[in-house]
């Protein structure tokens, strides 16, 4: 169920859809939905009582086991509506954690998700803890409901705690990871974008990977970095790893703050959006807003629109058109077919080429100089007094630049 409130990002309509095909993700079926439009969420019930008990009435009706609402609840709301429609209650975040918990992998996804998800529950332990003591029977409300409750609450903390100490160790390793790719000096080019957008496929199609691609939401939650080869003789690092969507939960967007950190690594961010998505602009603003967040509006950035194959017909021309003049910057591509991959990797070539000039401007100013791994790259290049000397026929990578300029 779901509230259209004015000036909500995607049409009411739209979002519940997503919803479904997030439940559908999380392993659910969907047996029925609700919109209500609204001025605002209802405080006290998130929709109105009314509807809330309409709702209700209907999910009884399906004998459906649970409700989901589209946006993030409070703790009062959620116990509010359980009471009301007498089945579990709960938010298209703990949707998207559960789906993340599905699809996590790697040691690190994994204690992110259960990060995530403890941090997500702890402020929501009040109802259940009501709830114990009412079972609790006639021992009255601050009994042993409220007592196991703080219980339950210390032991969530010291596992929050035990997490991040195991994601800091997971981190330094990842550093360390990071450093001897630095000291290759290659060009990273991320690629991000929507859920679903096509990410995957591109990156299996450029660098001849084997990422998973599926037609399904957060697929992919590890990050993944592989070689591609460019018609200019370069070779770059390209990176893929999980996709945002809209009303991605908090708790999940810090918990993976390490792994969106390979974004803070990148030297260009090739932004993938779906050209047949209803919602294109709406995904598009969503992943340019998820970008600010983790501060990386400036970096330079490539949009490519992808899987015009689908571009059909009259229409699809047209549409083509449209979006050529709309983003003279982007390219179109196909993932799938490979239409407009040349021009991708020429322009990559090109970013990877400009992308020494960076370097060496960021060297040279020598400004923020605790600021950004790469000027620790340099500054430890620095000091290297004896530099490797290159090897006949290889082309010089950005980090060799560096110690020419300074040894020039
Ligand atoms: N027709 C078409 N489908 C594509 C294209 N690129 C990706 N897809 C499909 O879109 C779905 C999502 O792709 P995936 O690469 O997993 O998306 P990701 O979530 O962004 O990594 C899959 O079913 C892909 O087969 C394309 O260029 N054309
Ligand atoms: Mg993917």
């Not at 709830?131 to 409750?149: A, C, H, V």
């Not at 991320?190 to 957060?218: E, H, R």
């Not at 460019?230 to 070779?235: E, F, R, V």
């Not at 969507?245 to 090739?270: G, I, M, Q, S, Y």
Request: hydrophobic content about 40%; glycine content about 10%.
């Amino acid at each position: 169920m779901g509230v259209e409130i004015p000036r909500s990002r995607l049409d009411g309509d739209d979002s519940l859809d997503e919803l479904g095909s997030l439940v559908e993700a999380a392993g659910g079926i969907v047996a029925g939905r609700s919109l209500q439009a609204r001025r605002t969420r209802d405080p006290n019930s998130y929709v109105g009582k009314g509807k809330a008990g309409e709702i209700g009435r209907e999910v009884s009706r399906l004998r459906a086991d649970i409700v989901i609402c589209d946006d993030e609840l409070k703790p009062s709301q959620q116990r509010t509506l359980e009471e009301i429609t007498g089945v579990a209650v709960v938010d298209r975040s703990a949707v998207i954690l559960d789906i993340f918990a599905r699809h996590a992998r790697s040691r690190e996804g994994r204690i992110q998700v259960e990060l995530a998800q403890l941090e997500y529950r702890l402020p929501r332990l009040t109802g259940r803890g009501k709830e114990m003591s009412r079972l609790g029977g006639g021992i009255g409300t601050r009994g042993p409901g409220e007592s196991k409750l703080e219980s339950d609450r210390q032991i969530i903390r010291k596992r929050i705690q035990d997490l991040r100490k195991q994601l800091d160790e997971v981190a330094r390793q990842r550093e360390r990871a990071r450093g001897s790719r630095a000291s290759e000096g290659m060009f990273l080019a991320a690629i991000v974008g929507y859920t679903n957008a096509g990410k995957s496929t591109l990156m299996n199609a450029l660098a001849g990977s084997d990422v998973l691609v599926a037609d399904q939401p957060f697929a992919t939650l590890d990050p993944t970095t592989r070689r591609a080869a460019l018609p200019s003789g370069a070779t770059i690092l390209l990176s893929d790893t999980v996709g945002f969507v809209n009303k991605l939960p908090p708790t999940l967007v810090a918990a993976f703050r390490a792994t969106l950190e390979e974004l803070a690594d990148a030297d260009l961010l090739v932004h993938v959006a779906d050209v047949m998505h209803p919602n294109l602009h709406e995904h598009m603003r969503v992943v340019d807003e998820t970008l600010a967040s983790l501060g990386l509006e400036h970096r330079p950035r490539l949009v490519v629109l992808n899987q015009i194959d689908r571009l059909r017909g009259e229409e699809g021309e047209a549409l083509r058109e449209a979006l050529a003049a709309e983003f003279p910057a982007a390219i179109l591509v196909s993932a799938r077919n490979g239409d407009g991959l040349d021009a991708l990797r020429v322009r990559l070539a090109e970013a990877a080429a400009a992308g020494w000039k960076r370097v060496k401007k960021r060297l040279r100013r020598g400004r923020h100089p605790h600021r950004g791994r790469r000027a620790a790259r340099a500054r430890r290049g620095d000091r290297q007094r004896d530099p490797t000397p290159l090897a006949p026929g290889r082309q010089p990578s950005p980090s060799d630049q560096v110690r020419i300029d300074r040894f020039r």
